[in-house]
């Protein structure tokens, strides 16, 4: 179970699964990984909803490393090697209820789930608007987003911090 005062540390949130989980890892005056633990695991896996399904053990963040690490290899790299070996651990199973169709992930191992999902994810986004991936395109920030505006021209994870600092250093570059 996760500590009341458990917050996430992570300076950009709110990202879908696959960019959600590469944000996990940012940098900055205190360089952080919120899966350096199993209690930053537990954050993530409440954030995800995950909690009841699978456990928060060091298996776990094993496998959610190594996923990581796929779709960090497949954003910036187009190798997909690895990514593929996280979705061959796991599998969609359709069916219809009385509400409608459901689609229902299914994994071997629960440690698996949390990856795969943010795999699936990835492939989502992929097959939506591969350019919309982006990272953030100040020179020290590691942080991704899904470029949702409008002409699709987003630079920054966050106008407020890296966007404004990057304006703050032409300023003064000019000035100076």
């Known amino acids: 179970?996760?500590?009341?005062?458990?917050?996430?540390?992570?300076?950009?949130?709110?990202?879908?699964?696959?960019?959600?989980?590469?944000?996990?890892?940012?940098?900055?005056?205190?360089?952080?990984?919120?899966?350096?633990?199993?209690?930053?695991?537990?954050?993530?896996?409440?954030?995800?909803?995950l909690t009841d399904r699978v456990p928060?053990?060091?298996?776990?963040?094993?496998?959610?490393?190594?996923?990581?690490?796929?779709?960090?290899?497949?954003?910036?790299?187009?190798?997909?090697?690895?990514l593929n070996r996280v979705l061959d651990q796991g599998r969609i199973r359709r069916e219809l209820t009385d509400d409608g169709p459901r689609d229902i992930p299914e994994v071997a191992d629960p440690a698996w789930l949390p990856g795969w999902l943010a795999a699936d994810n990835l492939l989502r986004l992929i097959a939506e608007a591969p350019h919309r991936i982006r990272q953030c395109a100040?020179?020290?920030?590691?942080?991704f987003f899904y470029d949702t505006s409008k002409n699709g021209t987003r630079r920054w994870h966050s106008m407020a911090t890296c966007g404004n600092r990057a304006k703050a250093a032409r300023h003064y570059a000019k000035s100076g």
């Open 1 to 49: 179970m996760i500590a009341s005062d458990m917050r996430d540390p992570r300076p950009h949130t709110g990202e879908p699964p696959a960019l959600d989980l590469l944000n996990t890892r940012w940098a900055g005056a205190e360089p952080g990984d919120l899966l350096a633990d199993l209690d930053g695991l537990r954050t993530w896996l409440a954030l995800l909803d």
């Open 56 to 82: 928060a053990d060091e298996h776990t963040l094993t496998a959610l490393h190594t996923a990581r690490d796929a779709v960090y290899d497949t954003v910036t790299r187009a190798d997909h090697t690895a």
């Open 138 to 143: 100040h020179p020290d920030c590691v942080l």
